[in-house]
């Protein structure tokens, strides 16, 4: 079959591999669509360590079953389908209680470390064991199946946080899981949205998918700004979507007394908090990875409109043209965000 080989770090190759061999409980993919993620593009440099060569990587995908492995029943060949990319092994605490993106011993496809390796999605085949796959609803595109994935990342951390109905939301950062945070919000009842980015063509995109107000850092001053939408009190709650010290600072910076932040950014290892104010405001904190039970929830809001990907979508590559592809994306090239791989084209 045909492979995106990372042969070295910021070396893409396209070349000859052998088809993903299937266990009794796999299936077979043939991949139509893959999305570009930053933890790919992070990988190709070797910044995160989670991508060491020799890799097929890709992980939000889609496709269709070729075939599967002879304990697979009730899968038809020929579905259409997208997968949870992070596999777990069913049996453990964390599994049995619907925690599977804790697993003990999760591995994730497209990643390889010091723990696992494990080929992805970048590629004309890939296998996934048979209980990650999910039908996808007609009328729903491969290309946007393959995001459904990144959509459940939104999902989740939304799911993560007490939402009663009607509450002012801030979402710090607006790339892609920041907008569909956005949306995944209104979907769960909030009252008001308020998005706050640097970066003015990620607001005015956050605004056609229903941030009700955007707030620029450089042009605005975003504390007073959210007194002033909330009576003085500050957001009920902050989703930080980026992982670094200042936007940590804004999230515990705008909410209320007794409010809620949720981090799902995760790009510094290390990040300052102010400890004060969060014990002396009695802020509640939760963590957000990836997600679990997300995805046939996250397939519906696909198919009904509710959550919309289709903005995101910059361009759509064949196989051969994705190392230029990566390059402009390491580059941080202006107005490109996600890059869908359609390995059969």
Request: charged share 25%; with cysteine; proline share 5%.
């Amino acid at each position: 079959m045909k492979a995106l080989l990372l042969e070295e770090y910021k070396k893409l190759r396209v070349t000859d591999m052998p088809e993903p061999e299937v266990g009794e409980d796999e299936a077979l993919i043939r991949v139509q669509a893959c999305g570009i993620c930053g933890s790919d593009i992070h990988g190709f440099d070797g910044s995160s360590g989670r991508r060491v060569p020799p890799i097929i990587m890709g992980h939000e995908a889609s496709g269709s079953i070729e075939r599967v492995g002879s304990g697979v029943e009730g899968v038809e060949l020929g579905a259409r389908v997208t997968f949870n990319p992070m596999l777990s092994c069913g049996q453990c605490e964390y599994c049995l209680r619907d925690e599977s993106n804790l697993c003990d011993s999760r591995q994730v496809l497209g990643v390889s470390c010091d723990e696992f390796k494990r080929h992805g999605a970048f590629a004309e085949f890939v296998s996934v064991p048979a209980r990650n796959l999910y039908i996808v609803p007609d009328g729903v595109s491969f290309e946007h199946a393959a995001m459904t994935e990144p959509t459940t990342v939104a999902v989740h951390a939304v799911r993560r946080t007490p939402i009663k109905g009607g509450e002012t939301a801030v979402v710090v950062g607006t790339g892609m899981i920041g907008l569909l945070t956005v949306q995944a919000l209104k979907v769960a009842g909030c009252g008001r949205v308020v998005a706050i980015d640097l970066a003015d063509e990620k607001l005015k995109l956050a605004k056609t998918l229903g941030a009700d107000v955007t707030l620029n850092p450089k042009t605005d001053n975003v504390l007073d700004a959210i007194k002033d939408l909330t009576n003085g009190n500050g957001a009920d709650i902050a989703m930080e979507v980026v992982g670094a010290t200042p936007t940590v600072k804004i999230a515990v910076d705008v909410v209320r007394r007794g409010g809620f932040i949720t981090f799902i950014g995760n790009l510094a290892p290390m990040v300052e908090l102010p400890m004060q104010a969060v014990v002396t405001r009695e802020l509640t904190i939760f963590g957000s990875c990836a997600s679990s039970t997300e995805f046939p929830d996250s397939l519906r809001m696909l198919s009904e409109g509710k959550i919309k990907v289709e903005p995101f979508i910059s361009a759509r590559a064949k196989l051969e043209e994705t190392p230029d592809w990566f390059d402009r994306l390491y580059a941080a090239e202006a107005g490109l965000m996600k890059v869908i791989v359609q390995p059969g084209a």
